[in-house]
């Protein structure tokens, strides 16, 4: 069985995550969607509120499941034995980032590849600190979160701030 890892804070989870998240699904038997628990990070949600907005978004994905994590995520691919771990990429200066994350998972173990997935056009721009940014200035986020980050969204800051905003599944 081939599984893949796709890591990441989803602080909140994006449409531009979720593109990548339902792609590599259609490519591995299995895909173990791993939440982080980062200190260098302050999120918004707690781990508990991620989770759970991730699992509402993948409930109808039966080859997908949702974890959480706190240590090395060469540790995490060991324990659900995955193949690879699977980075989504909007730009160059992403590339940097997880080239470097990607060469000291092959240094812990080199069996396990890092696979880079490019996201859709329509999500290159797209990042979960933008997201929060707009919402908290009161400027609409239509069809680039899901419904059920926009309920929390507006729960956060209130209605009208998320005055307009109607997430897409």
């Not at 890892?5 to 590599?24: E, K, S, W």
């Not at 302050?42 to 991730?54: D, G």
Request: net charge negative; charged share 25%; aromatic share 8%.
């Amino acid at each position: 069985m081939k599984i893949a890892l796709c890591p990441g804070t989803f602080d909140p989870v994006t449409n531009g995550h979720l593109d990548v998240i339902l792609r590599t699904s259609k490519h591995f038997d299995k895909v173990v969607v791993a939440v982080a628990v980062n200190p260098e990070k302050s999120p918004m949600f707690t781990i508990e509120e991620r989770l759970a907005m991730l699992n509402e978004c993948l409930a109808d994905h039966e080859n997908i499941e949702v974890i959480t994590f706190d240590c090395l995520l060469v540790e995490v691919a060991h324990q659900y034995d995955c193949c690879c771990i699977v980075k989504g990429l909007r730009a160059m200066s992403d590339f940097e980032f997880e080239f470097q994350m990607a060469q000291f998972n092959r240094q812990m173990d080199e069996d396990i590849e890092t696979f880079f997935v490019m996201a859709s056009p329509e999500y290159t721009y797209l990042s979960s600190s933008g997201i929060k940014e707009v919402v908290s200035y009161g400027g609409s986020i239509k069809g680039l979160v899901p419904a059920a980050v926009c309920r929390r969204l507006e729960n956060r800051f209130g209605k009208g701030s998320a005055a307009g905003v109607s997430g897409k599944e």
